[in-house]
């Protein structure tokens, strides 16, 4: 009797040791948020998430997220751009994966609610959608530029979400 | 079973052992803040305060059905009316409770099994048994450790009634279980237990339990009859197959660490299966090897008291399993003891079946509790992070509403883990950040909302959606603050986020303009009078502009009113112009009358991002003790 109330109130003892704590992500140290708006949204960054106003899923590899169908981002308009062209890109990646499904997607995109020309893509790759802004709608402080694709992969039992690009950065210059 | 045989003096201090086995497993849940329904019952003081039937609200029926006037009345009533939302006085009480019970089974069991030291080890397993978990951190869930204590007190004085053959002791028994009531609808069972108990250790005084069982019929009826059933599907009962799937599912759970591959690791899921599927085999083949009444009370207390949640089919929740794997432990408390005393029995060689049932006792214990405690440290460990991080938006929300004001809150980056902690259970009221519960300040920044995902019986998400246009208005007019959850920190970037609202708004399409809404202002031009009662007065000519049409064939639209003074000189012509050019010439001749009046859009505007619009009266008039120019009353002016 006495050996097991030595023994429990030991184990007692190494039970109140504290339980190893998560470890934390090893991300790359961000320089902290100015408070700013960005016109350049890399997708890692977590500043940027206020940005990204709709239709983008988490931040995968530290370095670019999933879209749905459709989503939208709000971009500061670039110092100067009254007085000079002004373009939106877009840096993605089309996987095969959504092209083996939807054979081909096409591209639409607006900006402070003026469509810009579409793009359909019927290859995978890494590609990068430019367009000018109309300088009708370069006024304020910032813009909000919302992409469309004709068609996007759907969920899946095994991963419930909406998927359309792959996207690295969206800008404005 | 044999005597207890430990010197008088040290018993004491025995049955605070598993007090402190249960405070180095838990003592992290100190670190949890408040949780889901925590807010509601935080929250009751203040609609009691706001109620004009303050006691009726107390005592009003919760969730399915319930009236727990200890465990959730007074419990949260009175400890956030001394403490507020300070959470610590909280988990003492539940805490303290819970070391009563835990002191209460180490005697009942040593009583139960003739061991002290078996009672002492189960009671120990039971401190350690991640089925307590949610109990111990969530204190809404206290309802369950108080009942435990009630009951097993209860248990407590019925064998020292029939120990000593006081009165005294049945009387204070009948109290005690008469409380349970007020802790949790579970003391119903209690009549079983107490009939079992008699029927082992004093079957002569069985027509002591009468009462319990006219007590427990009465209150069994008065629940069915009287209490409102809740309409929740949550709450609906099953009384089909899923009654056995879900005994099934529960027999597991109260094996210890069975469900560690859902709490800590996915990869430990089937190690954690098997252990249970070993345990439930070895208690077993020990039930069959004992057939002891010990081990048949044992399996009588895990399912009287899981026997009421069973056919709660959409609620399987471990933490039922709280006060039913006492039972359990019991069990394996004196399996363990048992083994542990077959190697000290025979040693004539090193290696004996004795020293290897020892062996299996230690490594079954070791493995129970080691995976226990890691089960429930992950657990607490992932609500202490969610509930942390709640605090945080709770209290920033709280010092953006300092010294009163009502600005709104649009809160940018809740996840679901968040949102989940609490959301829905009013959090921002219970801390008084909203003049009232119908009156909500606290809004997700639009857009943010999507892919959260709230629960339909509990409102929905629609109480947190606040429309761009209102958002954008109220950041414009600075009656609006935005947070930004960024992991464990709330930043203020209302600043950041008023640009991008303006964005927002500027690049959706405006169809329609509700003139007496002042949030309608910036799409008006010139001529128009300040906003009244839900109108505007044009004056002789007045400008606004509106998205164009997406496909010809549409029409504008103009609703209004034509008071007697416009037309007093003569039928008015009203002449409406698009980007210049004339769509029609309306003319009013009937005084106080609804104005509603449509023009088809010219196909060449389709596709345009925005047109002109132009309204212009043939003369405008001047009531008495009016100096402005009056032409007639807009209200609405639409593009469709």
Redesign the interface.
Known sequence: ?RR??VG??L???V??AP?C??KKKAGSAQPP?D???KSVLLMAD?RA???L???FHAVENDAWRWTQGKF?V?L?IPDGAAARPTVVEMKFTLPQVILDKLKSVTLTA?????PLQTESYTKAGDYTFRREVPP??I??????V?FALDKAYPPTPQDERELGLIVQSIGLQ | MSAPTAPSRTRPLLYLLPALVCLAAFYPAFQVWFLRDDFRWLGLRHLMAESATPWATMLAPYAQGTIRVLSERVFFVGLSSLFDMNAFPFHAVVFLTQFASLALAAKLGGKLTGSRAAGIVGACLWAVSPRLAVPMYWTSAYNQILCAFLLLAALACLDRHLETGKSAWLVAQYLLFLLSFGALELGVVYPVIALVWVWMFGRDKWKSTIGLWLIAIAFAVGQLTLIPKSTSPVYQMFFDGRLLTNLGDYIVWAMGPARIGYMVDESLRWYGFAFAGLLIAALGLYAIARRDRAILFCGVWFMAFLAPVLPLANHVSDYYLAIPSLGVCWALGWMLTDFWRLGHTVQPRLWTRGRAMQLIGMLLGACFVIGSVWEIRETIAYYAEQTNRLKAVVQSVQSAHQNGSDKLILLHGVDNDLFGAGFQDDPFYTAGSAKSVNRPLVYLAPGSEEGLSARADLGGISRYVIAPDRAARALDLDQAVVLQVAGPDVIDVTAKYRAIARAQRAAMRRTSADLGDPGSADLLGTGWYPPENGFRWMAKTATLRLSAPQKAGEKIYIDGYVPAGAIAGGPLALTVRVNGAVMGVQVLTKANAMLGIAFLLPPGIAGQKEIAIQLEVSRTFRPPNDARDLGIILSRIAIR
């Open positions: 009797m097991l109330i429990l109130m184990f007692a003892l039970l109140a339980s704590k998560r948020d408070g700013k708006l977590p998430t206020i940005q106003l709709s239709g939208a709000s500061k607006t900006v402070g609610g003026v009708s709608v006024k304020g402080e910032a813009l909000t919302e």
